[in-house]
């Protein structure tokens, strides 16, 4: 956790935001759209065959030199069909000429990333955790140094820099990743390799393991993603509109880095838990509410002080996407109580439910972003989309807490309610009073945030004795999950 906090937010906050200023809202509205895209249809390359490996690897480590051998068929056959899809769809979306060469080039990257996660799962298998963590973050400590040379020396950008940086980032990590792999499997007793006389029926059986997990990642990227390709392709002012748009995007990406992680510490603990019939209660509260804090007190701070926020780390046109950041924050606040309440619904096996609510969160918010777009003028369409995802992440995170309740009643839920409300009204006090005062909007900014995140502390809405518990106890916190 403390490598990638110390490692991705930064080069997301740092080097990807100077990039951004660098090319301007124009030509990275051009990148930004081709990268969700290739995003959205990354569950193509993988099909939940990480997900579904870590688990098999965890209960039977020598399956490292059989079945995740034999992973490899599947995902070699995937690339192919992922990439040809990719450029069919964007070629049918309107992107001719340069914008299709990125987009392949991006298809590339994704294929190279998708097989470092592939690699990863073994590694977490194995319960080599030290090299996965190192692994994680290899690849973005090399674009920081290299994008980071890069910025320093020219007064300019080019969006092939940044790819070209990226595939041999990606490369890199995956020889070295592989090689580690092969190092740490060797502990692993040998067992007799299976021929497989049929190879097509292996990978039916992987394809079939790993779809709950692929049809969960496939629907959430959608209404995570599909909102930056709508604005570029539908709105007037489309490529700018978007840039100004993943300016703010930037940011609900580096918070959201701090709910991944604690959903990746809450799925063992949770499993666990249940498996040996334990309240869950405790926990799923009091990481709800630390959550809480954490979200509310950067919404707050960006709904008062938005040009400042995005001022600290961009130089040209933030008083034009200043009105974004506001709702993706809230976006924010919102989808990290999901990541509490979406990981209990895992542990549960409830991924029937939960891809319902995917899909109908999918729904919602391309039919709502159909709608706006439709009628937005060049400057509008950006903060329609921020407030369409605000509401999206509102009806699926409401609708994962009404199903855990149901499981879970109790009336200690209530506490949690009277943590919003509580921390809620600091925060409002304490945004208007530092609002208020004659002192740089920059110094104002940072004291609301800190404030906020202060406010954290008072009694009654951060539990830190269920957190506590949990960090104190050496878990493996990969293998039972």
């Not at 869950?280 to 701070?301: E, F, I, K, N, Y």
Request: proline content about 4%; glycine content about 8%.
């Amino acid at each position: 956790m403390i490598l990638n906090l110390a490692v991705k937010p930064a080069y997301l906050l740092v080097i990807d935001t100077k990039i951004q200023d660098l090319l301007g809202p124009e030509e990275f509205g051009r990148y930004f759209p081709l990268v969700s895209l290739s995003i959205l249809l990354n569950i193509l390359l993988d099909a939940g065959l990480a997900n579904h490996m870590t688990r098999l690897v965890s209960n039977k480590p020598e399956e490292i030199h059989n079945s995740f051998r034999t992973g490899w068929r599947t995902k070699r056959l995937l690339f192919p069909c992922y990439l040809l899809l990719l450029l069919l769809i964007g070629w049918s979306l309107g992107w001719r000429g340069e914008s299709l060469i990125w987009l392949g080039w991006i298809g590339l990257n994704q294929a190279l990333l998708s097989a470092i996660l592939y690699v990863r799962a073994g590694l977490q298998g194995i319960a080599a955790h030290r090299t996965d963590a190192w692994v994680s973050i290899a690849d973005r400590s090399m674009l920081f140094l290299a994008m980071g040379g890069l910025i320093v020396s020219f007064d300019r950008f080019q969006v092939n820099w940044l790819l070209a940086g990226t595939s041999l980032a990606l490369f890199c990590t995956f020889i070295i990743a592989f090689w580690r792999l092969k190092k740490h499997a060797r502990s692993v007793p040998l067992t007799k390799l299976t021929t497989d006389i049929n190879p097509f029926r292996k990978i039916r059986e992987d394809l079939y393991s790993g779809w709950p997990y692929a049809l969960l990642f496939l629907l959430m990227m959608t209404y995570h993603r599909v909102d930056g390709i709508m604005l570029e392709r539908m709105a007037p002012n489309g490529a700018i509109q978007a840039g100004w748009y993943a300016m703010s995007y930037r940011f609900f990406e580096a918070a959201n880095m701090i709910g991944y992680l604690c959903a990746t510490l809450l799925l063992p603990y949770f499993t666990r838990m249940l498996a040996n019939r334990e309240d869950v209660r405790p926990l799923a509260r009091s990481m709800s509410s630390a959550l809480l804090a954490v979200g509310a007190s950067v919404a707050w701070a960006a709904w008062y002080f938005p040009e400042s926020f995005l001022g600290t780390f961009y130089e040209f046109e933030v008083e034009s996407a200043a009105g974004i950041l506001p709702w993706l924050m809230i976006s924010f606040a919102i989808f990290a109580q999901g990541y509490v309440f979406s990981t209990l619904m895992t542990a549960r096996g409830d991924m029937r439910r939960l891809n319902q609510l995917a899909g109908a969160g999918a729904l919602l918010n391309i039919a709502l972003n159909a709608w706006w777009l439709s009628q937005a003028s060049p400057t509008s369409g950006g903060m329609g989309c921020a407030v369409i995802s605000a509401i999206t992440q509102g009806a699926m995170v409401a609708g994962q807490i009404f199903f855990c309740l149901r499981h879970h009643p109790g009336k200690q839920w209530w506490k949690l309610f009277r943590a919003l409300i509580l921390h809620c009204f600091a925060c409002f006090t304490i945004c208007s009073a530092v609002s208020r005062l004659d002192i740089n909007p920059n110094q104002a900014l940072w004291m609301a945030l800190f404030g906020c995140l202060a406010a954290g502390f008072m009694p009654g809405v951060i539990d830190f004795r269920s957190i506590q518990k949990m960090l104190s106890e050496k878990m493996n916190t990969f293998a039972d999950s």
